[in-house]
């Protein structure tokens, strides 16, 4: 079965650090870009990061940018999320998501996790 | 690009169609000659799944009552007869530019 699993979500005070993980299974998780998606209680979606199958390109919402590195650990099949000087306006649900495209850059997300929340709050 | 979606409301009553239409402020046609135009669905606690993408590729699994029609910036989702498991919050998608972007969402509800 094709899945993804976040892990690491908490309540944290605002300028604190975070470090989101989502474990991979059941595709070649080397052959995918993988996205973060968070959602705000009661809100929409929103975009947050994206980094391409090999790592090398990692792209930011222009809100988190400077904030939050992405990164991936393909021999593990582990994509990440490190998250520092936290903001009230993150809190929210985050999503880990599959690219749908083979060999792409998330033309579409087709696999989600369950999601993991995050609080920033003091 | 900014993808405002109508209505953002929409009561149907089971068996009837529904429609939810999906606008870009600039075109979705990529520079590979495809648009990359999604819908999602979110039911109440779940996560957001794929239903459509490249404008009316339905995802495996998805039932064929669901279609996705359009072009350049205007795009619609439309349900042939609405069951109760179609109950949610709609998004379109745009995968054509970073960052990428949301619609605001439609909720589905039953009359």
């Known amino acids: 079965e094709v899945q993804v699993l976040e892990s690491g979500g908490g309540l944290v005070q605002p300028g604190g650090s975070l470090r989101l993980s989502c474990a991979a299974s059941?595709?070649?998780?080397?052959?995918?870009?993988m996205t973060w998606v968070r959602q705000a209680p009661g809100k929409g979606l929103e975009w947050v990061s994206l980094?391409?199958?090999?790592?090398?390109?990692?792209i930011y919402a222009d809100s988190v940018k400077g904030r939050f590195t992405i990164s991936r650990d393909n021999s593990k099949n582990t994509l990440f999320l490190q998250m520092n000087s936290l903001r009230a306006e993150d809190t929210a649900v985050y999503y880990c998501?599959?690219?749908?495209?083979?060999?792409?850059?998330?033309?579409?997300?087709?696999?989600w996790g369950q999601g993991t929340m995050v609080t920033v709050s003091s | 690009i900014v993808m405002t979606q109508t209505p953002l409301s929409s009561p149907v009553t089971l068996g009837q169609p529904a429609s939810i239409s999906c606008r870009s402020s600039?075109?979705?046609?990529?520079?590979?000659?495809?648009?990359?135009l999604s819908w999602l669905h979110q039911r109440p606690g779940q996560p957001p799944r794929l239903l459509i993408y490249?404008?009316?590729n339905r995802f495996s699994g998805v039932p064929d009552r669901f279609s996705g029609s359009g072009a350049g910036t205007d795009f619609t989702l439309k349900i042939s007869r609405v069951e109760a498991e179609d109950v949610g919050v709609y998004y379109c998608?745009?995968?054509?530019?970073?960052?990428?972007?949301f619609g605001q969402g439609t909720k589905l509800e039953i009359k």
């Open positions: 059941g595709f070649t998780f080397n052959n995918y870009a």
């Open positions: 600039q075109s979705l046609v990529h520079s590979d000659g495809n648009t990359y």
């Open positions: 998501v599959k690219g749908r495209d083979y060999n792409g850059m998330g033309d579409a997300f087709d696999i």
């Open positions: 998608m745009q995968g054509t530019q970073f960052p990428r972007t």
């Open positions: 490249k404008i009316s």
């Open positions: 980094i391409s199958r090999s790592g090398d390109y990692p």
